[in-house]
């Protein structure tokens, strides 16, 4: 089994900063994408970065130059740089992995989320 907690929401003006970690424990024998998602009150939840283990990353446009993703795949964790952040970036950050437990079992997993809010 594996887990995944992240860290680092909070309460941030506008303008402000944010990092927030996932780190992935348990079972694990490598971790292809890692990714973060949020979900906003009333809103579905959507994409924000994602980032394959070799580093190739992608974007929501919503976040493009103000959002950084980065791993460390010896951690087994993923990070988040938020900057100039935004009232509507508050929501709930979630981290997901794609992982390889052994015996061709690759699995997706998921984070209890994370609060960000953003006040203007």
């Known amino acids: 089994q594996v887990q995944l907690v992240e860290s680092g929401g909070g309460l941030v003006q506008a303008g402000g900063s944010l990092r927030l970690s996932c780190v992935a424990s348990?079972?694990?024998?490598?971790?292809?994408?890692m990714a973060w998602h949020r979900q906003a009150p009333g809103k579905e939840r959507e994409l924000v970065a994602a980032?394959?283990?070799?580093?190739?990353?992608n974007y929501a446009d919503s976040v493009k130059g103000r959002f950084t993703i980065s791993r460390d795949n010896a951690k087994n964790t993923a990070y988040l740089q938020m900057n100039s952040l935004q009232p509507e970036d508050t929501a709930v950050y979630y981290c997901s992995m794609a992982v390889y437990g052994g015996n061709f079992d690759w699995q997706s997993y998921w984070g209890p989320g994370t609060q960000v809010t953003v006040s203007s």
């Open positions: 348990g079972s694990i024998f490598s971790i292809s994408s």
């Open positions: 980032i394959m283990r070799g580093g190739s990353t």
